[in-house]
Protein backbone atom coordinates (compact mmCIF):
# COMPACT_ATOMS: atom_id res chain seq x y z
CA UNK A 1 0.00 0.00 0.00
CA UNK A 2 1.21 3.38 -1.18
CA UNK A 3 3.12 5.18 2.57
CA UNK A 4 0.67 7.87 3.58
CA UNK A 5 3.28 9.76 5.68
CA UNK A 6 5.87 10.88 3.88
CA UNK A 7 8.14 13.83 2.99
CA UNK A 8 8.61 15.67 -0.39
CA UNK A 9 11.58 17.28 -0.75
CA UNK A 10 13.37 18.64 -3.67
CA UNK A 11 15.96 21.86 -3.00
CA UNK A 12 17.18 21.96 -6.86
CA UNK A 13 15.79 25.20 -8.72
CA UNK A 14 14.78 23.21 -12.49
CA UNK A 15 14.44 24.96 -15.57
CA UNK A 16 13.27 22.75 -18.29
CA UNK A 17 12.87 23.46 -22.36
CA UNK A 18 14.54 24.77 -25.10
CA UNK A 19 17.18 27.37 -25.08
CA UNK A 20 16.84 27.40 -20.83
CA UNK A 21 20.80 27.47 -20.25
CA UNK A 22 20.83 30.94 -21.74
CA UNK A 23 20.10 31.69 -17.98
CA UNK A 24 22.71 30.15 -16.68
CA UNK A 25 25.19 33.61 -17.28
CA UNK A 26 23.92 35.37 -14.46
CA UNK A 27 25.46 32.88 -12.19
CA UNK A 28 28.46 32.38 -13.84
CA UNK A 29 29.16 36.18 -13.81
CA UNK A 30 32.34 37.42 -12.11
CA UNK A 31 32.79 33.98 -11.10
CA UNK A 32 35.62 31.33 -11.13
CA UNK A 33 33.85 28.46 -13.10
CA UNK A 34 34.57 25.00 -13.70
CA UNK A 35 32.63 23.09 -16.61
CA UNK A 36 33.27 19.07 -15.78
CA UNK A 37 32.17 17.00 -18.63
CA UNK A 38 32.76 13.73 -20.62
CA UNK A 39 34.32 14.35 -24.85
CA UNK A 40 31.17 16.96 -26.05
CA UNK A 41 33.35 18.98 -27.97
CA UNK A 42 32.65 17.58 -31.64
CA UNK A 43 28.99 18.13 -30.80
CA UNK A 44 28.77 21.67 -30.55
CA UNK A 45 27.55 21.79 -26.72
CA UNK A 46 30.58 22.67 -24.87
CA UNK A 47 31.01 25.57 -27.20
CA UNK A 48 27.63 26.80 -26.53
CA UNK A 49 27.35 26.47 -23.00
CA UNK A 50 31.09 27.97 -22.67
CA UNK A 51 29.50 31.26 -24.36
CA UNK A 52 26.39 31.05 -22.52
CA UNK A 53 28.40 31.13 -19.35
CA UNK A 54 29.00 34.58 -20.56
CA UNK A 55 31.78 36.55 -18.73
CA UNK A 56 33.09 34.71 -15.68
CA UNK A 57 36.25 35.51 -13.97
CA UNK A 58 37.91 32.54 -15.26
CA UNK A 59 36.96 29.30 -16.65
CA UNK A 60 38.29 25.87 -16.81
CA UNK A 61 37.03 22.66 -18.57
CA UNK A 62 37.78 19.32 -16.91
CA UNK A 63 36.73 17.13 -19.61
CA UNK A 64 38.81 13.89 -18.61
CA UNK A 65 35.86 12.38 -17.01
CA UNK A 66 34.98 8.41 -18.46
CA UNK A 67 31.63 6.70 -18.59
CA UNK A 68 30.96 5.07 -15.49
CA UNK A 69 33.28 8.02 -13.53
CA UNK A 70 36.16 6.52 -11.84
CA UNK A 71 37.54 7.20 -8.34
CA UNK A 72 40.85 8.63 -10.00
CA UNK A 73 39.42 11.13 -12.61
CA UNK A 74 37.13 12.57 -9.57
CA UNK A 75 39.82 13.05 -7.46
CA UNK A 76 41.60 14.40 -10.11
CA UNK A 77 38.49 17.10 -10.78
CA UNK A 78 38.87 17.97 -6.92
CA UNK A 79 42.18 18.86 -6.70
CA UNK A 80 41.85 20.96 -10.35
CA UNK A 81 38.59 22.42 -8.75
CA UNK A 82 40.43 23.15 -5.31
CA UNK A 83 43.86 24.67 -6.78
CA UNK A 84 42.36 27.05 -8.90
CA UNK A 85 39.68 28.43 -6.55
CA UNK A 86 36.30 27.08 -8.61
CA UNK A 87 33.14 28.63 -7.23
CA UNK A 88 31.01 26.98 -9.42
CA UNK A 89 30.72 24.09 -11.27
CA UNK A 90 28.66 23.48 -14.24
CA UNK A 91 27.74 19.36 -14.79
CA UNK A 92 27.71 19.16 -18.32
CA UNK A 93 27.13 15.53 -19.54
CA UNK A 94 25.35 12.39 -18.90
CA UNK A 95 25.07 10.76 -15.42
CA UNK A 96 28.56 10.16 -15.89
CA UNK A 97 30.02 14.15 -16.04
CA UNK A 98 26.83 15.01 -13.28
CA UNK A 99 27.56 12.30 -10.89
CA UNK A 100 31.26 12.99 -11.08
CA UNK A 101 30.43 16.78 -10.56
CA UNK A 102 28.56 16.13 -7.19
CA UNK A 103 31.67 14.25 -5.90
CA UNK A 104 34.13 16.83 -7.83
CA UNK A 105 32.40 19.90 -5.46
CA UNK A 106 32.30 18.11 -2.62
CA UNK A 107 36.16 16.69 -2.45
CA UNK A 108 36.64 20.83 -3.44
CA UNK A 109 35.22 22.30 0.02
CA UNK A 110 35.89 19.37 2.29
CA UNK A 111 39.07 19.44 3.91
CA UNK A 112 42.01 22.25 4.34
CA UNK A 113 44.27 19.55 3.48
CA UNK A 114 45.36 18.66 0.07
CA UNK A 115 43.56 15.54 -1.33
CA UNK A 116 45.37 12.03 -1.42
CA UNK A 117 44.42 8.23 -1.33
CA UNK A 118 43.11 8.57 1.75
CA UNK A 119 40.81 11.70 1.59
CA UNK A 120 39.46 11.17 -2.05
CA UNK A 121 36.57 9.68 -3.06
CA UNK A 122 37.41 6.38 -2.24
CA UNK A 123 37.17 6.68 1.23
CA UNK A 124 33.73 8.32 1.01
CA UNK A 125 32.27 5.32 -1.29
CA UNK A 126 34.10 3.02 1.47
CA UNK A 127 31.50 4.61 4.50
CA UNK A 128 34.79 5.49 6.06
CA UNK A 129 33.89 9.13 5.75
CA UNK A 130 30.81 11.22 4.93
CA UNK A 131 30.77 14.70 3.17
CA UNK A 132 30.03 17.49 5.76
CA UNK A 133 29.75 20.56 3.67
CA UNK A 134 29.52 22.15 0.14
CA UNK A 135 29.74 25.70 -0.70
CA UNK A 136 30.87 25.51 -4.56
CA UNK A 137 27.27 25.81 -6.64
CA UNK A 138 26.14 22.85 -8.82
CA UNK A 139 24.76 23.77 -12.07
CA UNK A 140 23.53 20.49 -13.74
CA UNK A 141 22.79 20.85 -17.80
CA UNK A 142 22.29 17.21 -18.52
CA UNK A 143 22.80 15.92 -22.50
CA UNK A 144 20.89 12.72 -22.02
CA UNK A 145 17.72 11.72 -21.28
CA UNK A 146 18.35 9.35 -18.22
CA UNK A 147 19.74 9.40 -15.30
CA UNK A 148 17.81 12.17 -13.58
CA UNK A 149 21.55 12.40 -11.41
CA UNK A 150 20.05 16.67 -12.21
CA UNK A 151 16.96 16.32 -9.61
CA UNK A 152 18.76 13.60 -7.30
CA UNK A 153 20.88 13.34 -4.14
CA UNK A 154 22.85 10.48 -5.88
CA UNK A 155 25.86 9.85 -7.33
CA UNK A 156 27.67 6.50 -9.15
CA UNK A 157 31.22 5.63 -9.01
CA UNK A 158 33.38 3.10 -10.08
CA UNK A 159 36.49 1.22 -8.42
CA UNK A 160 37.53 -0.66 -11.66
CA UNK A 161 40.54 -2.15 -9.59
CA UNK A 162 38.49 -3.54 -7.16
CA UNK A 163 35.32 -4.23 -9.31
CA UNK A 164 33.28 -2.25 -7.46
CA UNK A 165 30.70 0.20 -8.91
CA UNK A 166 28.62 1.51 -5.68
CA UNK A 167 26.27 4.92 -4.59
CA UNK A 168 26.68 7.56 -2.49
CA UNK A 169 23.68 9.43 -1.29
CA UNK A 170 24.76 12.99 0.35
CA UNK A 171 22.18 16.15 1.54
CA UNK A 172 25.63 17.28 -0.41
CA UNK A 173 24.65 15.95 -3.63
CA UNK A 174 21.46 18.17 -4.75
CA UNK A 175 22.27 20.12 -7.53
CA UNK A 176 21.57 24.08 -6.41
CA UNK A 177 20.04 24.57 -10.48
CA UNK A 178 19.63 22.09 -13.08
CA UNK A 179 19.06 23.32 -16.80
CA UNK A 180 17.33 20.46 -18.97
CA UNK A 181 17.09 21.36 -22.10
CA UNK A 182 15.94 19.00 -24.96
CA UNK A 183 17.55 19.91 -27.77
CA UNK A 184 20.82 18.86 -26.02
CA UNK A 185 20.01 15.51 -26.62
CA UNK A 186 19.71 15.45 -30.85
CA UNK A 187 23.30 14.24 -30.86
CA UNK A 188 22.90 11.45 -28.46
CA UNK A 189 23.75 8.52 -30.55
CA UNK A 190 20.85 5.98 -31.22
CA UNK A 191 22.57 2.77 -28.47
CA UNK A 192 22.81 5.87 -26.21
CA UNK A 193 19.47 7.05 -26.24
CA UNK A 194 18.16 3.22 -26.44
CA UNK A 195 20.28 2.80 -23.21
CA UNK A 196 19.43 6.04 -21.55
CA UNK A 197 16.04 5.65 -22.39
CA UNK A 198 15.47 2.40 -20.28
CA UNK A 199 17.22 3.68 -17.25
CA UNK A 200 14.66 6.34 -17.11
CA UNK A 201 11.83 3.54 -17.67
CA UNK A 202 13.43 1.58 -15.17
CA UNK A 203 13.37 4.64 -12.74
CA UNK A 204 9.95 5.42 -13.47
CA UNK A 205 8.62 1.77 -12.98
CA UNK A 206 10.95 1.12 -9.78
CA UNK A 207 9.58 4.47 -8.17
CA UNK A 208 6.18 3.35 -9.10
CA UNK A 209 5.84 -0.10 -7.64
CA UNK A 210 9.22 0.55 -4.46
CA UNK A 211 7.33 -0.36 -1.12
CA UNK A 212 8.69 3.81 -0.35
CA UNK A 213 6.61 5.48 -3.01
CA UNK A 214 4.20 7.79 -2.01
CA UNK A 215 1.03 9.88 -3.18
CA UNK A 216 3.22 12.52 -4.49
CA UNK A 217 5.48 10.00 -6.22
CA UNK A 218 3.25 7.80 -8.00
CA UNK A 219 1.96 10.26 -10.47
CA UNK A 220 5.09 11.34 -11.27
CA UNK A 221 5.97 8.07 -11.82
CA UNK A 222 3.13 7.46 -13.98
CA UNK A 223 3.12 9.85 -16.60
CA UNK A 224 6.98 9.68 -16.86
CA UNK A 225 6.03 5.72 -17.88
CA UNK A 226 4.09 6.80 -20.29
CA UNK A 227 6.02 9.54 -21.85
CA UNK A 228 8.92 7.11 -21.86
CA UNK A 229 6.82 4.02 -23.52
CA UNK A 230 5.42 6.30 -25.89
CA UNK A 231 8.37 8.27 -27.48
CA UNK A 232 11.59 5.87 -27.04
CA UNK A 233 11.31 3.81 -30.22
CA UNK A 234 10.47 7.53 -31.91
CA UNK A 235 13.32 9.08 -30.37
CA UNK A 236 15.47 5.80 -31.17
CA UNK A 237 14.41 5.77 -35.07
CA UNK A 238 14.50 9.07 -35.55
CA UNK A 239 17.23 11.42 -33.62
CA UNK A 240 16.01 14.62 -34.70
CA UNK A 241 12.34 14.10 -33.90
CA UNK A 242 11.82 16.97 -31.60
CA UNK A 243 8.51 16.42 -29.72
CA UNK A 244 10.04 13.00 -28.69
CA UNK A 245 12.96 14.27 -27.39
CA UNK A 246 11.30 16.91 -25.29
CA UNK A 247 8.87 13.93 -24.71
CA UNK A 248 12.01 12.23 -23.22
CA UNK A 249 13.64 14.33 -21.51
CA UNK A 250 10.55 15.20 -19.67
CA UNK A 251 10.42 11.87 -19.03
CA UNK A 252 13.42 11.28 -17.83
CA UNK A 253 13.43 13.99 -15.84
CA UNK A 254 9.97 13.15 -14.17
CA UNK A 255 11.41 9.55 -13.37
CA UNK A 256 14.17 11.49 -11.64
CA UNK A 257 11.90 13.63 -9.57
CA UNK A 258 9.92 10.36 -8.67
CA UNK A 259 12.93 8.21 -8.06
CA UNK A 260 14.78 11.14 -6.07
CA UNK A 261 11.77 10.57 -3.37
CA UNK A 262 11.60 6.84 -3.09
CA UNK A 263 14.95 5.45 -4.36
CA UNK A 264 15.13 2.50 -6.92
CA UNK A 265 14.61 -0.79 -6.21
CA UNK A 266 16.28 -4.44 -6.91
CA UNK A 267 16.71 -3.96 -10.57
CA UNK A 268 19.14 -1.26 -10.03
CA UNK A 269 21.00 -3.46 -7.24
CA UNK A 270 21.27 -6.01 -9.90
CA UNK A 271 22.79 -3.32 -12.47
CA UNK A 272 25.53 -2.79 -10.78
CA UNK A 273 27.44 -6.01 -10.81
CA UNK A 274 26.55 -5.98 -14.69
CA UNK A 275 27.52 -3.14 -15.68
CA UNK A 276 31.31 -3.90 -13.60
CA UNK A 277 31.40 -7.77 -14.98
CA UNK A 278 29.79 -7.70 -17.89
CA UNK A 279 30.68 -3.91 -18.93
CA UNK A 280 26.53 -3.44 -20.29
CA UNK A 281 25.54 0.17 -20.76
CA UNK A 282 24.09 0.99 -17.24
CA UNK A 283 20.15 1.20 -18.91
CA UNK A 284 20.70 -1.79 -20.62
CA UNK A 285 21.97 -3.47 -17.18
CA UNK A 286 18.75 -2.39 -15.31
CA UNK A 287 16.16 -3.45 -18.00
CA UNK A 288 17.32 -6.55 -19.27
CA UNK A 289 15.21 -8.36 -16.25
CA UNK A 290 12.32 -5.37 -16.46
CA UNK A 291 9.66 -7.73 -17.89
CA UNK A 292 10.51 -10.58 -15.24
CA UNK A 293 10.46 -8.55 -12.68
CA UNK A 294 7.45 -6.55 -13.87
CA UNK A 295 5.39 -10.00 -14.50
CA UNK A 296 6.93 -11.12 -10.52
CA UNK A 297 6.14 -7.76 -8.80
CA UNK A 298 2.23 -7.38 -10.35
CA UNK A 299 0.29 -10.09 -8.47
CA UNK A 300 1.68 -8.74 -5.04
CA UNK A 301 0.58 -4.90 -5.72
CA UNK A 302 -2.73 -5.51 -7.34
CA UNK A 303 -4.03 -1.79 -7.13
CA UNK A 304 -0.82 0.08 -8.00
CA UNK A 305 -1.39 -2.53 -11.30
CA UNK A 306 -4.69 -1.55 -11.97
CA UNK A 307 -3.72 1.90 -12.08
CA UNK A 308 -0.87 1.56 -14.34
CA UNK A 309 -2.83 -0.17 -16.77
CA UNK A 310 -5.65 2.09 -16.51
CA UNK A 311 -3.42 4.88 -16.75
CA UNK A 312 -1.44 3.43 -19.97
CA UNK A 313 -4.60 2.30 -21.59
CA UNK A 314 -3.34 -0.87 -21.75
CA UNK A 315 -6.30 -4.11 -21.44
CA UNK A 316 -3.70 -6.50 -19.60
CA UNK A 317 -1.48 -6.73 -17.79
CA UNK A 318 0.22 -9.30 -20.34
CA UNK A 319 -0.33 -6.68 -23.31
CA UNK A 320 1.70 -3.99 -21.28
CA UNK A 321 4.48 -7.41 -20.57
CA UNK A 322 4.24 -7.45 -24.49
CA UNK A 323 4.55 -3.79 -25.04
CA UNK A 324 7.56 -3.45 -22.92
CA UNK A 325 9.47 -6.71 -25.23
CA UNK A 326 8.37 -5.12 -28.66
CA UNK A 327 10.03 -1.87 -27.37
CA UNK A 328 13.34 -3.15 -26.43
CA UNK A 329 13.28 -5.61 -29.39
CA UNK A 330 12.61 -2.56 -31.38
CA UNK A 331 15.70 -0.28 -29.72
CA UNK A 332 18.11 -3.66 -29.82
CA UNK A 333 18.13 -3.75 -26.01
CA UNK A 334 19.09 -6.91 -24.73
CA UNK A 335 16.12 -8.95 -22.65
CA UNK A 336 18.19 -12.24 -21.32
CA UNK A 337 21.04 -12.08 -18.95
CA UNK A 338 22.48 -14.77 -21.41
CA UNK A 339 22.68 -12.67 -24.24
CA UNK A 340 25.19 -10.85 -22.69
CA UNK A 341 27.71 -13.34 -21.63
CA UNK A 342 26.44 -14.25 -17.81
CA UNK A 343 26.82 -17.86 -17.22
CA UNK A 344 24.40 -19.40 -15.29
CA UNK A 345 27.96 -20.56 -12.37
CA UNK A 346 27.73 -16.68 -12.28
CA UNK A 347 24.45 -16.33 -10.88
CA UNK A 348 25.33 -16.80 -7.55
CA UNK A 349 27.92 -14.18 -7.18
CA UNK A 350 25.29 -11.61 -8.46
CA UNK A 351 22.54 -12.45 -6.17
CA UNK A 352 25.16 -11.92 -3.23
CA UNK A 353 26.24 -8.48 -4.50
CA UNK A 354 22.38 -7.93 -5.10
CA UNK A 355 21.71 -8.81 -1.66
CA UNK A 356 23.85 -6.23 0.03
CA UNK A 357 22.45 -3.45 -1.85
CA UNK A 358 19.72 -1.75 0.47
CA UNK A 359 17.06 -0.87 -2.20
CA UNK A 360 16.57 -4.66 -2.99
CA UNK A 361 14.59 -4.35 0.28
CA UNK A 362 12.23 -1.90 -1.85
CA UNK A 363 11.22 -4.28 -4.15
CA UNK A 364 7.19 -5.41 -4.01
CA UNK A 365 8.95 -9.34 -3.81
CA UNK A 366 11.14 -9.53 -0.92
CA UNK A 367 13.69 -12.33 -2.03
CA UNK A 368 16.22 -14.66 0.40
CA UNK A 369 19.42 -15.21 -1.76
CA UNK A 370 18.51 -18.81 -2.32
CA UNK A 371 15.09 -17.02 -4.18
CA UNK A 372 16.62 -14.57 -6.07
CA UNK A 373 19.58 -17.06 -7.36
CA UNK A 374 16.70 -19.87 -8.39
CA UNK A 375 14.81 -16.92 -9.87
CA UNK A 376 17.59 -15.67 -12.01
CA UNK A 377 18.54 -19.28 -13.15
CA UNK A 378 15.04 -19.34 -14.69
CA UNK A 379 15.20 -15.89 -16.49
CA UNK A 380 18.65 -16.45 -17.61
P1 LIG B 1 27.11 8.72 -19.85
O1 LIG B 1 27.08 9.98 -19.09
O2 LIG B 1 28.13 7.71 -19.43
O3 LIG B 1 27.27 9.05 -21.38
C1 LIG B 1 27.36 8.00 -22.33
C2 LIG B 1 28.11 8.50 -23.56
O4 LIG B 1 27.28 9.41 -24.26
C3 LIG B 1 29.39 9.24 -23.23
O5 LIG B 1 30.38 8.82 -24.12
C4 LIG B 1 29.03 10.69 -23.47
O6 LIG B 1 30.14 11.48 -23.85
C5 LIG B 1 28.01 10.58 -24.58
N1 LIG B 1 27.07 11.69 -24.65
C6 LIG B 1 26.37 12.24 -23.63
N2 LIG B 1 25.58 13.21 -24.09
C7 LIG B 1 25.76 13.27 -25.43
C8 LIG B 1 25.22 14.10 -26.47
N3 LIG B 1 24.28 14.99 -26.24
N4 LIG B 1 25.66 13.89 -27.74
C9 LIG B 1 26.59 12.93 -28.01
N5 LIG B 1 27.15 12.14 -27.06
C10 LIG B 1 26.72 12.31 -25.79
O7 LIG B 1 25.69 7.99 -19.85
P2 LIG B 1 24.42 8.11 -18.92
O8 LIG B 1 23.63 6.90 -19.17
O9 LIG B 1 23.79 9.44 -19.08
O10 LIG B 1 25.03 8.03 -17.44
C11 LIG B 1 25.42 6.80 -16.89
C12 LIG B 1 26.02 7.02 -15.51
O11 LIG B 1 25.05 7.64 -14.64
C13 LIG B 1 26.38 5.68 -14.85
O12 LIG B 1 27.58 5.81 -14.15
C14 LIG B 1 25.21 5.44 -13.92
O13 LIG B 1 25.53 4.58 -12.86
C15 LIG B 1 24.92 6.85 -13.45
N6 LIG B 1 23.55 7.06 -12.90
C16 LIG B 1 23.39 7.98 -11.91
C17 LIG B 1 22.13 8.20 -11.36
C18 LIG B 1 21.97 9.22 -10.26
O14 LIG B 1 20.90 9.37 -9.69
N7 LIG B 1 22.99 9.95 -9.92
C19 LIG B 1 21.02 7.51 -11.84
C20 LIG B 1 21.20 6.59 -12.86
C21 LIG B 1 22.46 6.38 -13.40
Redesign the pocket.
Known amino acids: MTNRSFLFFLPTKTFFGVGVTQGIGELCAQKRVMVVT???RR?G?LNRIIREAGTPADLIVFDEIE???TCESVDKGGFLARVNEIEVIIAL???????AAKGIACLRDEREELLDASSGIRSYLSGERAFTRRHTQLIAIP??S????EV?N???FSDPANRLKKSIVSPWFWNDYAYVDPE??L???DK?TA??GL?ALVHAVESYWALSSTPFSEPIALEAIKLILDNLTQGYRNPEDRVARMNLSLGSLMAGIAFSQTRTTILHALSYPLTVDYHLE??FACSVLLKPMLQTNAPLIPEKMARLLDYLGSPSLDALLERIEGLMQSINAPTRLSTVGVQEEELESIADQTMRSPITKLNPKSFTREELVDWLKEYR
Open positions: TGLTIPNPGGGSALDTTGTGSTVAVLTTVPHATDHG
